[in-house]
């Protein structure tokens, strides 16, 4: 009897896994990494894998079913390569109840990053995913099935994103769209559309999208600083291609940094009035503080990059380490505290309660800190404007051709 709980998962592998040696080489590897599996039409049918995907720890998984995820819960991260994304990733993993996808654009950055940062063994995956090419974000969804086989899928996490404040000509996707807004958000919509159905299909799937204070126009950070977000008529992404502002004016990277991290928080409310009820699915946002030491803020000059930490932590008091936010983003993942949909998180820190300014008390809070407890954060009215969010949504899906 004892050999039961030992031969039954060795019969299943059996079952399930092709006759083959289970040797794994780089040439194994690759193709599912490089995403060149995949093909955009194929969604459309069940995958059938001609070999089984490999995870990192060049262990071959069950397909459909395994020995890698096992009865863990599967969570995606985009942009797990660094920063907020790969610390959350870290803090999923190491949970011990999650299995992770790193859904990153660098598989060999992001290899080798989550080695350095001691991911435990077996506990992730890189599959790549370029979100400024509607072809890779397509890709990825094809590998990630064939990786996860039937499986449902229990959190998603849009954390990807590109600040382009310097540029003085616009960066555009594969597919024609401004960087900022087709990598932070066009990227995303269709990451989330696609994958809609493997999240109805787990129990009480997540799915989140990174917002900001900064696309908050209630806050200091996103009211008071300028450029301030504003989506004005929407003229330029429902113009399509070639635009190179959602207001259709020319490029501002600063602006367009923050109008995509509205159609973000957007997107979330949107999605949760259409989809909740029907799927079950919980959608967040959040603001995990200011986290400022990431990438993030590597087109800023060298002495804004030094100042800004000082500033966030001694004036603002906004500031937040990459390890803590990373924690939030993974309690927005995993804690029935954050079950409800439709909400954007924050943390009230506990030095200064900065950010979040509210007219009828004349007060302002909770904008990151140390230390913080999780809050229901309000959008702000623009944010929150449903008939611009109803117009982005049908503008966002035209884009990604699924309208
Ligand atoms: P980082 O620059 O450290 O991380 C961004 C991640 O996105 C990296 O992994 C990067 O990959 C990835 N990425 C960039 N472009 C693409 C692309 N085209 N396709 C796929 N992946 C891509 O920034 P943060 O960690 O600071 O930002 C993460 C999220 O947090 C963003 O949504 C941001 O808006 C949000 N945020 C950040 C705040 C902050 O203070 N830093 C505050 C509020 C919100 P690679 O490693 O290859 O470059
Ligand atoms: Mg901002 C009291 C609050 C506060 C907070 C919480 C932020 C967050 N910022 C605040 C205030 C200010 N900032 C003030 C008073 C100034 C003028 C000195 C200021 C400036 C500033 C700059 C130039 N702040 C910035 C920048 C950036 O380039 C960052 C940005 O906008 O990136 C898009 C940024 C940020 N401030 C923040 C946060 C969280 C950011 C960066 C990231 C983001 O929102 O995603």
């Not at 397909?63 to 819960?73: F, L, Q, S, Y």
């Not at 030095?351 to 954060?377: H, M, R, T």
């Not at 623009?382 to 611009?388: C, G, L, P």
Request: proline share 5%; net charge positive.
């Amino acid at each position: 009897m004892r050999l039961i709980p030992v031969l039954l998962p060795s019969l299943a592998t059996a079952l399930v896994a092709p006759a083959r040696p289970l040797t794994v080489t780089p040439a194994r590897l690759a193709p599912l990494q490089a995403g060149a599996v995949a093909d955009a039409e194929k969604l459309k049918v069940a995958p059938k894998l001609e070999s089984p995907p490999v995870d990192s720890s060049g262990t071959l998984p069950k397909v459909n079913g395994g020995i890698v995820i096992g009865t863990r819960k599967l969570a995606v991260v985009t942009g797990a390569s660094s920063g907020l994304g790969l610390y959350g990733a870290l803090s999923l993993a190491k949970r011990g109840d999650y299995y992770v996808v790193l859904a990153c654009r660098n598989v060999e950055r992001a290899e080798r990053v989550a080695k350095e940062m001691g991911f435990p063994a077996n506990s992730y995956t890189v599959i790549k995913c370029e979100l400024g090419s509607f072809k890779s974000v397509r890709d990825f969804v094809f590998n990630l099935r064939a990786f996860k086989g039937p499986r449902g899928l229990d959190a998603l996490v849009c954390n990807a994103a590109v600040y382009l404040p310097a540029d003085p000509k616009p960066r555009f996707t594969e597919d024609g769209y401004e960087m900022s807004m087709g990598v932070n958000h066009l990227g995303h919509f269709l990451l989330t559309q696609l994958l809609m159905s493997d999240l109805e299909k787990a129990k009480n799937a997540r799915c989140i999208i990174v917002g900001s204070i900064t696309g908050n126009s209630n806050t200091i950070g996103g009211g008071l600083v300028y450029p301030r977000a504003d989506l004005g008529d929407l003229s330029g992404l429902k113009a399509g291609p070639g635009s190179e502002m959602a207001d259709g004016k020319p490029f501002f990277g600063a602006k367009a940094y923050k109008d995509s991290k509205v159609c973000n928080m957007m997107t979330v409310q949107e999605m949760h009035r259409r989809f909740h009820d029907k799927t079950g699915i919980t959608f967040s946002s959040l603001y995990p503080g200011c986290i400022a030491e990431t990438g993030l803020f590597r087109e800023k000059r060298g002495w804004f990059r030094s100042l800004f930490p000082v500033f966030m932590k001694y004036v603002t008091g906004g500031y937040v380490s990459e390890a803590e936010a990373g924690d939030r983003l993974a309690q927005v993942v995993y804690d029935p505290v954050a079950s409800k949909s439709g909400v954007y998180w924050s943390w009230n820190g506990n030095a200064q309660q900065v950010g979040l300014y509210d007219p009828s008390s004349g007060s302002v809070k909770g904008a990151g800190g140390s230390g913080g407890e999780i809050f229901e954060n309000k959008y702000s009215s623009s944010t929150a404007d449903e008939r611009t969010a109803a117009e982005m949504y049908e503008a966002s899906m035209k884009a990604c051709g699924l309208a």
